[in-house]
């Protein structure tokens, strides 16, 4: 199995500081789907209080609302922004009750985007399926994962391997990338994935500095790490 099959897809919440699970494709497992006719089915660890903690700005008065493509795509496009998918519903109903029903659901879930899919890209039957999606704050902003035995030999002890970044997050702006190693912080070496992801928890809204090994080359970047939220989950 390749190296990029082996990353972690915490709950872009993992993306945060890989501080908990998130989204399912490289951001979570396969997200929940709403039975046919069904009304909204929230993802798994998506409950209100969870949402609240974690979004980025306040719940608009009314959520974004377009016309979705390809579900994988538009998840993986939105995830790249720091979107989460936090729900879903079907509606047996005609395009423009299927609007206002999308809309509706979305208000009352604090959704900042809802997708919808005509019948046919839904692949369901005469339902429109409506997602749903917030814009999570993300301290990291960066998935990571332990290294294999190779690697630590080649690069002389422990570290993590970056995954997906996500733009606009600290792990963004501090120009980091897919593939790059990360060896130690603050000067520290990094023994593996759960002591970074502790340290990074500990070092929360302040700067750090990250030792990175990219293409064989020993760089150092600084990282203003994102506050976490009330409760501490992120």
Known sequence: MSSKSRFSVFA?????????????????????????GSAYVAEPGRDAATIAAMRA?????????????????DQS??????????????????ESAAKEQALHEGQRAGADRVLLYAPAAAAANGDWLAVYFVRFKLPFGATFRDLQP???AS?????V??????????????NLIAGDYVTA??????????????RL????????????VRNGESLQRVVRLGELSASGKN
């Open 12 to 36: 872009l919440l993992a993306l945060l500081a890989g501080c908990a699970s998130v989204t399912r494709t490289p951001y979570e497992s396969q997200p929940s789907i709403a039975a046919p």
């Open 150 to 152: 190779a690697e630590r």
């Open 201 to 212: 928890k500990r070092s929360a809204g302040r700067n750090v500095t990250v030792t990175v």
């Open 161 to 174: 391997e970056i995954g997906s970044v996500v733009g606009g997050t600290p792990a963004s702006r501090a």
């Open 155 to 159: 690069l002389g002890g422990g570290g």
């Open 57 to 73: 700005a306040p719940a608009p008065a009314v959520p974004e609302l377009a016309s979705g493509r390809s579900q994988g795509g």
């Open 185 to 198: 912080l603050d000067g520290k070496p990094i023994a593996d994935r759960a002591d970074f992801q502790d």
């Open 77 to 94: 496009s939105l995830a790249a922004q720091g979107f989460v998918r936090i729900g879903s519903a079907r509606y047996r109903l005609d």
